[in-house]
Nanobody
Framework: QLQLVESGGGLVQPGGSLRLSCAAS????????IGWFRQAPGKEREGVGC????????NYADSVKGRFTIYRDNAKNTVYLQMDSLKPEDTAVYYC???????????????????WGQGTQVTVSS
């Protein structure tokens, strides 16, 4: 059973940066497509971006394009979400999710993922 653990969240000022990690165990991460999602209080969970098993295909939500970068190190079984130029509206709990195969055109839809981490809080505030 694949398990995912996110880390790296915290409090950061607007314009700052954070790097989130999603560490996989219980299976080789290069067998899974990975998605990043976030959920703010009172809002629905939304897709942030996704990366294919070998990292060759990466997609981003329009709201984070140009500010967030997803990459993976399969040797470390870890996927990263580098977040730059953070805004208060980026405040949310961030989750990573995995599935053996996700159609890339739908990779930011939560229903395609079977495995989820517990989430890590990101707060952007001055």
């Amino acid at each position: 059973q694949l398990q995912l653990v996110e880390s790296g969240g915290g409090l950061v000022q607007p314009g700052g940066s954070l790097r989130l990690s999603c560490a996989a165990s219980g299976g080789p991460s290069d067998s899974y497509d990975i998605g990043w999602f976030r959920q703010a209080p009172g809002k629905e969970r939304e897709g942030v971006g996704c990366i294919s098993r070998r990292g060759g295909i990466i997609n981003y939500a329009d709201s984070v394009k140009g500010r967030f970068t997803i990459y993976r190190d399969n040797a470390k079984n870890t996927v990263y979400l580098q977040m730059d130029s953070l805004k208060p509206e980026d405040t949310a709990v961030y989750y990573c999710a995995a599935n053996p195969l996700v159609v890339q055109a739908m990779c930011m839809m939560a229903r395609w993922y079977n495995y989820w981490g517990q989430g890590t809080q990101v707060t952007v505030s001055s």
